[in-house]
């Protein structure tokens, strides 16, 4: 059973870029789609952005396409959020899920969470 653990978060001014890495523990992600979700505090997950693993195909949120890219490492395994231009509201904790099916938006399709990571966006 796949286990997920997320990295790369931290403090960065508006305007600013992160790169967040998902990296699978315990399986691969063969057959499977990676998602990004994100939670701000007293909210619920949002959906940010997903990658079919088997031909690298991306969907994103509207509130991020353009300014985030998913992409995926076959050697290391491990799924990556390139997050440009932040703002403000980008604030959350990120973490990431898998599922057997694609493009679905919503946090019970995905299994195996990390504990996520903190990406503060501010001046």
């Known amino acids: 059973q796949v286990h997920l653990v997320e990295s790369g978060g931290g403090l960065v001014e508006p305007g600013g870029s992160l790169r967040l890495s998902c990296a699978a523990s315990g399986g691969t992600f063969i057959n499977e789609a990676v998602a990004w979700f994100r939670q701000a505090p007293g909210k619920g997950r949002k959906f940010v952005a997903v990658?079919?693993?088997?031909?690298?195909?991306?969907f994103y949120s509207d509130s991020v396409k353009g300014r985030f890219t998913i992409s995926g490492d076959s050697a290391k395994n491990i799924v990556y959020l390139q997050m440009n231009s932040l703002k403000p509201e980008d604030t959350a904790l990120y973490s990431c899920?898998?599922?057997?099916?694609?493009?679905?938006?919503?946090?019970?399709?995905?299994?195996?969470w990390g504990r996520g990571t903190q990406v503060t966006v501010s001046s």
């Open positions: 990658l079919r693993w088997r031909d690298r195909s991306p």
């Open positions: 899920g898998v599922s057997q099916d694609y493009l679905r938006v919503v946090p019970d399709a995905y299994r195996g």
